[in-house]
C-alpha cells in the first residue's frame, strides 16, 4: 500500500514542469540512499518473543525528511516509519515513534500509543507492512549552514535571483551529536588510561545538486563533477563526519559564472555508520588499531632495555667501588714491602755477612790453634814459642768471639724483624683471603664477580637490545597497511572526501614507518655497541684476575690454580716457617732454622770463649811443670778439633744464611716493584671506572628514556583515536536510530534533506507528494538492504 498523492491545485498545474517532476521523483532519491545505507549499522534482526507465535522476523526503516531554506534553516522535519514483518504467526511489536502529528499512510486507521511507542498485533503469512508519517520532535544531528557570493560580497539567496556574475556556493555540514566522553587505551606499559575526547555518532552522506546551464566555467576542489545530459552540471559532494578518519565538520562548494541567475536546489542523504565493520572504513580504523598495538610494543621494548642499562650503570658503579679496595689494598702492600720488608732483609743481609766473615776467621783462628796444640803435644823444646804464639793469639781469639756474639745477636734481632708484625707476618695478613673484607684477594674476587656480573648483564642488554630492535622493525607491516590503504583509496566509485581521508592515513601510516626504521637503525647500534663493550670485558679481564688471584695464593681458586706453584702467600709462610724462633721447637734446637741457627751459634761462641779462658789457666799452668803442660796439650788438642769442627759449622751455616738473605731481599725488592706497578694500574682502572657509570646513565637519560617517551607518545596518539572510532561505533549502534527500533527488531535511520533553491517558481505541493511515494520506496529498499546484511 501507499499513501495516496494529493491532486495539485489547478492555479499550480502549469508550473509543474518535467524538470520539478524529476527532481522530486524516485530516482533523485532511491540511489543515495540506497547506496548509503549499506554501509548503515544494524541489529540483528530476531522472532520478536513477546506475546507471538509462529517464526516472524521484525525490520524497521526509519527515513527522516527534512526541508531547509536556501541558507540552511530548517522549515520542517517528518519521520516516515515503515515495519516490515516476514514469517508466518502472530507479533505483537512496541515501536518508538513520533507521536506529533501521527497519521496511518496505510489507512484511516488508528494507533494504539503509549509512553511514545506504537503498539500493535499483527498476523502474518509471507510479508506484510505497517507505514506511519509524523513531525520530528526533536532536533536533526546534521546542521547545514549555506554562504553565497556574488561577485566577491556576500549576498542573500534572494539577491541571487536574475543577476549575472560569479558566483560562488559554500556549504557547511556539522555532526551535532558530538560530545566529550571518557576513553580508555594502554599507555604503553599494559596500563589503561583515560581521557577526554571528542566522540560523536558517526554520520557520512552526500549531498547533490543540478546546475542549469546557465551556470558555465563551473569548478569546484571538492565535488564530483558530472553532466546531466540536457546542458547541466550535476555536482556530487561526499562527506564523512567522524574523525578521526574525517571531521565532524564538512565544508565545500563550487564557483560558476551566471546568467539571469538562479539558487538551484540541492539534496543532501546520510545515515549514520559503523567504522569497524564498514567496508570503506574498517581498513583505516584496523590500521589505527595497529599503531596503537606498534606503540605500546615499541615502549615495552624501550622499558626493557632502559632497565637493562641502569643495571648495568649500578653494576659499574659497584666494579668502581671494588677497583678502589683493591688498589688501597696494593698501595698497604707496596708500602709495607718498601718500609718493613725490604729494609729488613737488607739488615739480615749485611748481618749475616758479618757473621759469615767472623766464622770464616774463627775457623781460621782455631785451625791455628789447632796446629800449636799440636806442636805443644810434639815436644816441649818448642813450648816457649808454643806459649808465647799462643799468648798472642788468645786476646785476638777472644775479642773475635766477642765479635761474634754481637753480630750474631744482631742477626737474631734483624730475624725476629722481619717475622714481626711489621714484617712478612702483616704482608701475610694484607694477602689475606677471598673471605676477608680489606685484603687483596677478597678485593680481587670481589673485582671478579662485579665483572661477571657485568658481563651477564651485557648479555642480557643485547638480548633485550635484539627483541626491541625486531619490534621496532615492524614499520614493514604499517608500510603495508599504508599500501593497502593507498590501493583502496583508488576505488573510481569512491568520494573525493574519502579518497582525500585514505590517502591521509595512508601518509600518516607511512611516516610512522619510517620512524619505527629509525628507531629500528639506532637499536642496532646499541646492540654493537653493548656487544663491543661486553668483548672488553669477557673473558680477557676475568682470566687476568684468576691469574692475579693464583699469583698471590695457589689455593685461591681450586681447580684454576696449580698447586705445585706456590704463590706469594704460600712463600712469605714458609719464610716465616724458615726463620723459626730461637728454641721454641725441636727443628730450631736442631738448628734447621735461622734462628735455631743463630742460637746454636751462640753457643758455640760461649764454649770457645770458655776454651780461650782455659787456654790461658794452661798457659800459666805450662809455666809449673812439663807433665802438667803435657796434659793440658793433650787436653787442648781435643779443645781445639772441637773448635775447627764448630768453627766450620758456623762458617757453612753463616754462608747459607747470607746466601738466603740476598735471595729474600732480592726477591722483596721485585715484589715491591710488582705491587707499585698492580696500584698503578689499580689506579688508573679505578679512574676510567666512573666514565662507565657516566656512560650508561647517559645512555639512559638521552637514548632508551628518550625512546620510552616516544613509544608512549605514539602509544596515546594512535590509542586515543582508535578509542573514539571505538566509542563513535558503539554510539552508532545505541544512538544511530532517530526513535529506535522495537525490540529483536533489526532498525535502521536515513536522512534525506531538500534544501530550497530560488527560482522564483514557489514550492509544489506535487513535488512533496511524489516525495514522500519516493521515500517509502526507499524504506523498503533499504528494509530489503538490511535483511540481506543480516542473513
Given at each position: 500500500?501507499?499513501?495516496?498523492?494529493?491532486?495539485?491545485?489547478?492555479?499550480?498545474?502549469?508550473?509543474?514542469?518535467?524538470?520539478?517532476?524529476?527532481?522530486?521523483?524516485?530516482?533523485?532519491?532511491?540511489?543515495?540512499?540506497?547506496?548509503?545505507?549499506?554501509?548503515?549499522?544494524?541489529?540483528?534482526?530476531?522472532?520478536?518473543?513477546?506475546?507471538?507465535?509462529?517464526?516472524?522476523?521484525?525490520?524497521?526503516?526509519?527515513?527522516?525528511?527534512?526541508?531547509?531554506?536556501?541558507?540552511?534553516?530548517?522549515?520542517?522535519a517528518r519521520v516516515y516509519e515503515q515495519l516490515t514483518f516476514t514469517g508466518t504467526g502472530k507479533a505483537h511489536v512496541s515501536n518508538p515513534v513520533s507521536t506529533?502529528?501521527?497519521?496511518?499512510?496505510?489507512?484511516?486507521?488508528?494507533?494504539?500509543?503509549?509512553?511514545?511507542?506504537?503498539?500493535?498485533?499483527?498476523?502474518?503469512?509471507?510479508?506484510?507492512?505497517?507505514?506511519?508519517?509524523?513531525?520530528?520532535?526533536?532536533?536533526?544531528?546534521?546542521?547545514?549552514?549555506?554562504?553565497?557570493?556574488?561577485?566577491?560580497?556576500?549576498?542573500?539567496?534572494?539577491?541571487?535571483?536574475?543577476?549575472?556574475?560569479?558566483?560562488?556556493?559554500?556549504?557547511?555540514?556539522?555532526?551535532?551529536?558530538?560530545?566529550?566522553?571518557?576513553?580508555?587505551?594502554?599507555?604503553?606499559?599494559?596500563?589503561?588510561?583515560?581521557?577526554?575526547?571528542?566522540?560523536?555518532?558517526?554520520?557520512?552522506?552526500?549531498?547533490?545538486?543540478?546546475?542549469?546551464?546557465?551556470?558555465?566555467?563551473?569548478?569546484?576542489?571538492?565535488?564530483?563533477?558530472?553532466?546531466?545530459?540536457?546542458?547541466?552540471?550535476?555536482?556530487?559532494?561526499?562527506?564523512?563526519?567522524?574523525?578521526?578518519?574525517?571531521?565532524?565538520?564538512?565544508?565545500?562548494?563550487?564557483?560558476?559564472?551566471?546568467?539571469?541567475?538562479?539558487?538551484?536546489?540541492?539534496?543532501?542523504?546520510?545515515?549514520?555508520?559503523?567504522?569497524?565493520?564498514?567496508?570503506?572504513?574498517?581498513?583505516?580504523?584496523?590500521?589505527?588499531?595497529?599503531?596503537?598495538?606498534?606503540?605500546?610494543?615499541?615502549?615495552?621494548?624501550?622499558?626493557?632495555?632502559?632497565?637493562?642499562?641502569?643495571?648495568?650503570?649500578?653494576?659499574?658503579?659497584?666494579?668502581?667501588?671494588?677497583?678502589?679496595?683493591?688498589?688501597?689494598?696494593?698501595?698497604?702492600?707496596?708500602?709495607?714491602?718498601?718500609?718493613?720488608?725490604?729494609?729488613?732483609?737488607?739488615?739480615?743481609?749485611?748481618?749475616?755477612?758479618?757473621?759469615?766473615?767472623?766464622?770464616?776467621?774463627?775457623?781460621?783462628?782455631?785451625?791455628?790453634?789447632?796446629?800449636?796444640?799440636?806442636?805443644?803435644?810434639?815436644?816441649?823444646?818448642?813450648?816457649?814459642?808454643?806459649?808465647?804464639?799462643?799468648?798472642?793469639?788468645?786476646?785476638?781469639?777472644?775479642?773475635?768471639?766477642?765479635?761474634?756474639?754481637?753480630?750474631?745477636?744482631?742477626?737474631?734481632?734483624?730475624?725476629?724483624?722481619?717475622?714481626?708484625?711489621?714484617?712478612?707476618?702483616?704482608?701475610?695478613?694484607?694477602?689475606?683471603?677471598?673471605?676477608?673484607?680489606?685484603?687483596?684477594?677478597?678485593?680481587?674476587?670481589?673485582?671478579?664477580?662485579?665483572?661477571?656480573?657485568?658481563?651477564?648483564?651485557?648479555?642480557?642488554?643485547?638480548?633485550?637490545?635484539?627483541?626491541?630492535?625486531?619490534?621496532?622493525?615492524?614499520?614493514?607491516?604499517?608500510?603495508?597497511?599504508?599500501?593497502?590503504?593507498?590501493?583502496?583509496?583508488?576505488?573510481?566509485?569512491?568520494?573525493?572526501?574519502?579518497?582525500?581521508?585514505?590517502?591521509?592515513?595512508?601518509?600518516?601510516?607511512?611516516?610512522?614507518?619510517?620512524?619505527?626504521?629509525?628507531?629500528?637503525?639506532?637499536?642496532?647500534?646499541?646492540?654493537?655497541?653493548?656487544?663491543?663493550?661486553?668483548?672488553?670485558?669477557?673473558?680477557?679481564?676475568?682470566?687476568?684476575?684468576?691469574?692475579?688471584?693464583?699469583?698471590?695464593?695457589?689455593?685461591?681458586?681450586?681447580?684454576?690454580?696449580?698447586?705445585?706453584?706456590?704463590?706469594?702467600?704460600?712463600?712469605?709462610?714458609?719464610?716465616?716457617?724458615?726463620?723459626?724462633?730461637?728454641?721454641?721447637?725441636?727443628?730450631?734446637?736442631?738448628?734447621?732454622?735461622?734462628?735455631?741457627?743463630?742460637?746454636?751459634?751462640?753457643?758455640?761462641?760461649?764454649?770457645?770463649?770458655?776454651?780461650?779462658?782455659?787456654?790461658?789457666?794452661?798457659?800459666?799452668?805450662?809455666?809449673?811443670?812439663?807433665?802438667?803442660?803435657?796434659?793440658?796439650?793433650?787436653?787442648?788438642?781435643?779443645?781445639?778439633?772441637?773448635?775447627?769442627?764448630?768453627?766450620?759449622?758456623?762458617?757453612?751455616?753463616?754462608?747459607?744464611?747470607?746466601?738466603?738473605?740476598?735471595?729474600?731481599?732480592?726477591?722483596?725488592?721485585?715484589?715491591?716493584?710488582?705491587?707499585?706497578?698492580?696500584?698503578?694500574?689499580?689506579?688508573?682502572?679505578?679512574?676510567?671506572?666512573?666514565?662507565?657509570?657516566?656512560?650508561?646513565?647517559?645512555?639512559?637519560?638521552?637514548?632508551?628514556?628518550?625512546?620510552?617517551?616516544?613509544?608512549?607518545?605514539?602509544?596515546?596518539?594512535?590509542?586515543?583515536?582508535?578509542?573514539?572510532?571505538?566509542?563513535?561505533?558503539?554510539?552508532?549502534?545505541?544512538e544511530g536510530m532517530a526513535y529506535g527500533a522495537p525490540a529483536g527488531a533489526a532498525g535502521a535511520t536515513a536522512y534525506s534533506i531538500e534544501i530550497a533553491g530560488?527560482?522564483?517558481?514557489?514550492?509544489?505541493?506535487?513535488?512533496?507528494?511524489?516525495?514522500?511515494?519516493?521515500?517509502?520506496?526507499?524504506?523498503?529498499?533499504?528494509?530489503?538492504?538490511?535483511?540481506?546484511?543480516?542473513?
Open positions: 500500500m501507499t499513501a495516496p498523492t494529493p491532486a495539485p491545485h489547478p492555479s499550480r498545474r502549469s508550473t509543474l514542469s518535467s524538470r520539478a517532476l524529476r527532481r522530486a521523483g524516485t530516482a533523485s532519491l532511491t540511489l543515495p540512499l540506497a547506496i548509503l545505507v549499506a554501509s548503515a549499522p544494524a541489529t540483528a534482526g530476531t522472532p520478536v518473543a513477546a506475546a507471538s507465535t509462529g517464526d516472524v522476523v521484525v525490520t524497521n526503516t526509519e527515513t527522516v525528511q527534512a526541508r531547509l531554506d536556501a541558507t540552511g534553516k530548517q522549515q520542517e506529533k502529528n501521527l497519521r496511518n499512510l496505510d489507512g484511516f486507521g488508528g494507533f494504539t500509543v503509549a509512553d511514545g511507542a506504537l503498539t500493535t498485533d499483527v498476523t502474518v503469512d509471507g510479508e506484510q507492512r505497517l507505514r506511519t508519517v509524523s513531525d520530528l520532535d526533536h532536533d536533526l544531528p546534521l546542521g547545514v549552514s549555506v554562504v553565497y557570493t556574488l561577485d566577491g560580497k556576500t549576498v542573500s539567496p534572494g539577491t541571487v535571483l536574475g543577476k549575472s556574475g560569479t558566483l560562488e556556493v559554500r556549504y557547511t555540514v556539522t555532526n551535532k551529536t558530538t560530545r566529550q566522553d571518557t576513553v580508555t587505551y594502554d599507555d604503553g606499559t599494559g596500563k589503561q588510561v583515560s581521557a577526554r575526547a571528542e566522540t560523536v555518532v558517526p554520520m557520512i552522506g552526500q549531498l547533490v545538486t543540478t546546475l542549469p546551464s546557465s551556470f558555465t566555467a563551473v569548478t569546484s576542489g571538492e565535488a564530483s563533477i558530472a553532466g546531466d545530459g540536457r546542458g547541466g552540471t550535476i555536482m556530487t559532494f561526499q562527506m564523512t563526519l567522524f574523525p578521526p578518519i574525517g571531521s565532524a565538520t564538512a565544508e565545500f562548494g563550487y564557483t560558476a559564472k551566471i546568467t539571469h541567475g538562479v539558487v538551484p536546489p540541492a539534496t543532501m542523504t546520510a545515515l549514520p555508520v559503523s567504522p569497524l565493520t564498514s567496508a570503506s572504513f574498517k581498513g583505516g580504523s584496523a590500521s589505527y588499531a595497529s599503531g596503537a598495538q606498534s606503540g605500546v610494543d615499541l615502549t615495552a621494548g624501550a622499558i626493557t632495555i632502559d632497565a637493562g642499562v641502569l643495571k648495568l650503570r649500578d653494576g659499574a658503579a659497584s666494579l668502581a667501588g671494588g677497583l678502589v679496595q683493591l688498589r688501597d689494598g696494593a698501595s698497604q702492600l707496596s708500602t709495607g714491602l718498601s718500609t718493613s720488608a725490604v729494609p729488613g732483609a737488607t739488615q739480615l743481609a749485611a748481618g749475616l755477612t758479618t757473621a759469615h766473615s767472623g766464622a770464616s776467621a774463627l775457623a781460621g783462628g782455631a785451625k791455628q790453634v789447632d796446629a800449636g796444640a799440636q806442636q805443644l803435644a810434639t815436644g816441649s823444646a818448642q813450648l816457649d814459642d808454643g806459649l808465647t804464639s799462643a799468648g798472642s793469639k788468645v786476646p785476638v781469639l777472644l775479642a773475635g768471639l766477642t765479635q761474634v756474639d754481637g753480630g750474631l745477636t744482631k742477626i737474631d734481632a734483624g730475624l725476629a724483624q722481619l717475622q714481626g708484625s711489621g714484617g712478612l707476618a702483616k704482608m701475610t695478613g694484607g694477602i689475606g683471603s677471598k673471605t676477608t673484607p680489606g685484603t687483596l684477594l677478597y678485593g680481587v674476587d670481589q673485582l671478579r664477580t662485579q665483572i661477571a656480573a657485568a658481563v651477564i648483564g651485557l648479555t642480557n642488554l643485547q638480548g633485550a637490545a635484539s627483541q626491541a630492535t625486531t619490534l621496532a622493525g615492524d614499520g614493514a607491516s604499517l608500510r603495508t597497511a599504508a599500501t593497502d590503504v593507498t590501493t583502496a583509496a583508488t576505488d573510481p566509485g569512491m568520494s573525493s572526501a574519502t579518497h582525500d581521508s585514505l590517502v591521509a592515513i595512508a601518509t600518516t601510516l607511512g611516516t610512522r614507518a619510517a620512524q619505527l626504521d629509525g628507531a629500528a637503525t639506532y637499536l642496532a647500534g646499541v646492540n654493537g655497541g653493548l656487544a663491543s663493550l661486553k668483548s672488553q670485558m669477557d673473558p680477557a679481564a676475568s682470566t687476568a684476575l684468576l691469574t692475579m688471584g693464583c699469583g698471590l695464593s695457589s689455593v685461591s681458586y681450586v681447580g684454576v690454580c696449580d698447586p705445585a706453584r706456590p704463590g706469594l702467600l704460600e712463600g712469605l709462610t714458609s719464610a716465616i716457617a724458615a726463620i723459626g724462633s730461637p728454641a721454641a721447637t725441636e727443628a730450631d734446637q736442631k738448628g734447621l732454622t735461622l734462628r735455631g741457627g743463630v742460637n746454636l751459634a751462640h753457643g758455640g761462641v760461649g764454649q770457645i770463649s770458655a776454651g780461650g779462658k782455659t787456654l790461658v789457666d794452661g798457659l800459666g799452668q805450662l809455666s809449673s811443670g812439663a807433665s802438667a803442660l803435657r796434659t793440658g796439650a793433650g787436653q787442648l788438642v781435643g779443645g781445639t778439633g772441637q773448635l775447627v769442627a764448630g768453627s766450620a759449622q758456623l762458617s757453612g751455616g753463616t754462608a747459607q744464611l747470607a746466601t738466603g738473605a740476598g735471595t729474600l731481599a732480592s726477591g722483596l725488592r721485585t715484589a715491591t716493584t710488582g705491587s707499585t706497578t698492580l696500584t698503578e694500574g689499580l689506579s688508573t682502572a679505578a679512574g676510567g671506572a666512573p666514565a662507565l657509570v657516566d656512560g650508561a646513565g647517559q645512555l639512559s637519560a638521552e637514548g632508551t628514556s628518550v625512546l620510552v617517551a616516544k613509544g608512549k607518545a605514539t602509544a596515546a596518539d594512535y590509542g586515543v583515536k582508535y578509542a573514539v572510532i571505538t566509542a563513535g561505533a558503539q554510539r552508532a549502534a545505541d530560488v527560482d522564483g517558481a514557489g514550492a509544489s505541493n506535487v513535488g512533496r507528494g511524489i516525495a514522500s511515494i519516493a521515500l517509502f520506496g526507499i524504506g523498503s529498499v533499504v528494509a530489503g538492504l538490511v535483511r540481506r546484511r543480516l542473513a
